[in-house]
């Protein structure tokens, strides 16, 4: 007891201030997996080569999407020599995503983020059928440099909403009520996205269009491309293409297969992931597998689209049933309150706050997977209570994830705001936590209060780590000059990162007052 309470006055009497001065160590970036579960919900753990448990707490970042435009030109330029020696080509506030350049990262040390999940088009990387555009991926590897150098770990994110953007209402088409004119979004090329029926959206809800449903569908059928290749083949070999490019980059967590997927013609919830999406995901997964030798990235998948508005679990099979890959994460959207259907419907909020995240812990126990939050938000006049609410439901559920968006010119569904974390005080104070880079041992409970910077982080150890072994060590971003102090462990402060070098045993990391 004497030696635990001596260690706590030392790390406590560490002069904050003094202590924010010193630069932290090299951190250098290593291949993740999955590893045995563990964690508050005893759900399987991402894990670095050393076995420590990795969060991944950070946000989505679309500068790399096609989006719509009405003369449907690509909105930023793909040459990486548009922003090479820390150029960035001016902005196009007609789109919502912001073109990311050098100097993005760095702007995320304060916030003490470690994943960006870079959203990427099937219509840039693969224009032509069977045709993968090379300066795409050196625009995408230019940007993964970048975050590399930062430290940040990155998720490659195959991006669509609504299909793509060559899916919307053609001049002189017309729409009959309760129908709507809708414009394209991003996602798919447009050899890809012929679909017969025209794009009128119910209600001006983009997913519930029959054209976006009909495209879909071909790509759940496996439908011929115009070369005659089925539209899956096309959609793994892009993947494939991607695997090959990044997979000796341990900086690339994974790759997320694709984002918000709708369900086609099937009108269940639970009828899709099952009988459509998780086999397509494990086709994807087996192919690159096989394609790559010596892969060994993580793969991310996530439910379809409806779970967004009815916050229920879906999965009904273990991800063995559709592959063996071990190393795979399920990353849904969490959205209580925003998409759900209370919202959506009748303008109110009456779902359980805590809805999204006790269902999708429950799916990622049926699939036997690691649980990561690949998108969450709302509107910022929310942030009191949605974005609040979802960080400390992130904290008590012991799981990471990345708010949608780091930069924005403008919401997609609601032109009426923006939902950058960049250039929003607030939401900085909320998204910068006191939260473990890396974890030595399991990890039992986290909290943190952002008015005062204070945090508590309990976990165990099964192991001692030796004292100055910083490749072992618990790593605890602190966002403020707050005092810390250790229990039945001992610590270095660096700036704002704090190196723990737990006995075996319980163990604890916490803000302490001034005394």
């Known amino acids: 007891m004497r030696g635990v309470v001596g260690t706590m006055l030392a790390v406590a009497l560490l002069a904050p201030a003094q202590a924010l001065a010193a630069q932290p ?51 930023y330029p793909a040459d ?41 088009s099937w219509s840039l990387l693969e224009p032509q059928p069977g045709k993968i555009d090379g300066q795409y991926l050196d625009r995408i590897a230019q940007v993964v440099r970048w975050a590399k150098r930062a430290g940040v770990y990155v998720l490659l994110d195959m991006h669509q909403d609504a299909w793509s953007k060559y899916v919307y209402t053609k001049p002189g088409q017309t729409c009959a009520a309760p129908l709507m004119a809708t414009k394209g979004y991003d996602g798919a090329p447009e050899w890809a ?3 017969l029926t025209p794009a009128c959206a119910l209600n001006g809800v983009r997913e519930l269009d029959p054209a976006v449903a009909e495209s879909f569908q071909r790509l759940w059928s496996n439908a011929p491309a115009p070369d005659g290749a089925g539209l899956q083949d096309h959609y793994v070999n892009v993947m494939i293409a991607l695997a090959k490019r990044f997979h000796g980059n341990p900086a690339v967590a994974g790759y997320e297969i694709i984002n918000e997927p709708s369900p086609g013609f099937v009108a269940t919830p639970v009828a899709p992931d099952a009988g459509e999406l998780f086999p397509f995901y494990g086709k994807v997964v087996n192919a690159v597998t096989a394609a ?13 689209v409806e779970r967004n508005v009815t916050d229920a679990p ?19 959207h969490i959205y209580t309150g925003v998409f759900t259907a209370d919202q959506e419907v009748a303008s109110t909020r009456f779902f359980p706050s805590e809805n999204g995240y006790r269902s999708a812990a429950l799916d990622a126990k049926v699939l036997g997977l690691p649980l990561w939050v690949g998108e969450f938000g709302n509107n910022p006049q929310d942030d009191d209570t949605l974005l609040t609410t979802s960080y400390r ?25 923006n939902w950058s974390v960049y250039g929003n005080a607030k939401r900085i104070r909320l998204a910068a936590r006191a939260y473990p880079l ?13 008015p005062t910077g204070s945090f508590d982080i309990r976990a165990t150890a099964k192991h001692a780590v030796r004292y100055g072994d910083r490749a072992h060590a618990t790593i605890v971003f602190v966002p403020h000059s707050v005092p810390v102090a250790v229990e039945n462990a001992r610590a270095q402060r660096f700036g704002h990162e704090l190196y723990v070098y737990p006995r075996r045993g319980a163990y604890r990391i916490h803000s302490r007052r001034h005394t």
Not at 294 to 302: A, D, I, K
Not at 395 to 408: F, H, N, P
Not at 412 to 417: F, K, L, P, T
């Open 80 to 120: 990486p020599a548009a922003y090479a020696h820390g150029a960035c080509p001016p902005d196009d506030p007609s789109v919502e995503g912001v073109m990311i350049c050098d100097s993005d990262f760095p702007q995320w040390k304060p916030l003490g983020w470690d994943i960006v999940r870079l959203n990427l």
């Open 438 to 450: 890396f974890l030595a041992g399991e990890l039992r409970s986290m909290s943190y209060d952002p």
């Open 292 to 304: 790559v030798p010596g892969f060994r990235q993580l793969f991310f998948v996530e439910p379809n």
């Open 393 to 417: 439901l992130q904290d008590q559920y012991g799981v990471g994830g990345a708010i949608w968006l780091w930069k924005e010119n403008a919401n997609d569904v609601n032109q009426a705001v």
């Open 25 to 75: 160590p090299p951190r250098p970036l290593t291949y993740l997996h999955v590893g045995a579960a563990g964690g508050p919900q005893g759900l399987a753990q991402i894990a670095d080569r050393r076995g420590r448990t990795v969060l991944l707490k950070g946000a989505n970042a679309d500068g790399l999407v096609d989006y719509y435009r009405a003369d449907l030109k690509p909105p």
């Open 314 to 332: 879906e999965a009904t099979d273990p991800w063995s049933a559709y592959s063996s890959y071990r190393n795979v994460v399920y990353a849904p």
């Open 193 to 195: 996205s012929r679909p």
